[in-house]
């Protein structure tokens, strides 16, 4: 999924009267151009006052027809685009059914495509004052072991058995 970069929702997330990135606005202005902009039960959703109401400042903008805007690409190509950039992220398609999509059929390899465990971002979403958030982000640093890695695991493999 991160062949897009930042999901198009984290966008909408990040408008905040704490200095929302201009790139962050333009970037998700660029998107709404396209996909249009969000559903009510979408804005409802989002946590922040200031993205409410900067979604709710700008005027109606439809949906564009994903083959018109792409015309002359490969229309898997533009389904899976647009698929991706659904703005809801309930509705969104989830990175293993990005990677099981037509379009990516010849890259797939379902023996080396792990699964993940979905972020929880509840952390970042809590409502905190600085100091508070210091002595979480200290404990988080101080208390983090790394978890060996699948090249190392292979290596320790490869020494113990002689090779």
Do not use: C
């Amino acid at each position: 999924m991160e062949l897009l970069g930042t999901p198009p929702q984290e966008y909408l997330n990040r408008i905040t009267s704490e200095s929302p990135s201009l790139s962050d606005i333009d970037q998700l202005n660029k998107i709404m151009k396209l996909v249009g902009t969000p559903r009510q039960d979408l804005v409802d959703k989002l946590s922040s006052d200031e993205a409410r109401n900067y979604i709710r400042s700008l005027p109606h903008m439809r949906k564009k027809d994903f083959r018109q805007v792409f015309r002359g690409a490969n229309p898997l190509a533009v389904d899976l685009l647009e698929k991706m950039l659904e703005l809801d992220s309930e509705r969104r398609i989830t990175a293993v059914q990005a990677l099981a999509h037509p379009y990516l059929a010849q890259y797939a390899d379902p023996s080396d495509e792990p699964d993940s465990e979905p972020y929880d971002q509840s952390f970042e979403d809590m409502e905190l004052p600085t100091e508070k958030w210091k002595e979480l982000v200290y404990e988080e640093v101080t208390n983090f072991q790394p978890k060996p890695t699948v090249i190392a695991e292979e290596v320790e493999k490869a020494q113990a058995a002689g090779k």
